[in-house]
């Protein structure tokens, strides 16, 4: 079973929280809300069964961190 990126990236003057269709874009002011916001999404998912992975993007769009939920 494939993990469900969860991508937190810079968007304008906030960050969003994108997983490629699997929930609706969240965009947030906070840097560390987005990022709070994607691991407690990527927990979610994993406690039903599908495997998560949280990317964190900086302002360069270059991935800085990466968790993986494994499913529950």
Known sequence: ????????????????????????????????????????LARTLARSGQAARVLVHDRAHRVVGSTIYPPD
């Not at 965009?27 to 709070?36: D, I, L, P, W």
């Open 1 to 40: 079973m494939d993990a469900i990126r969860l991508h937190v990236r810079p968007a304008g003057d906030g960050w969003l929280v994108d997983a490629a269709g699997a929930v609706e874009p969240l965009v947030f002011a906070s840097g560390g809300r987005a990022e709070a916001q994607a691991h407690a």
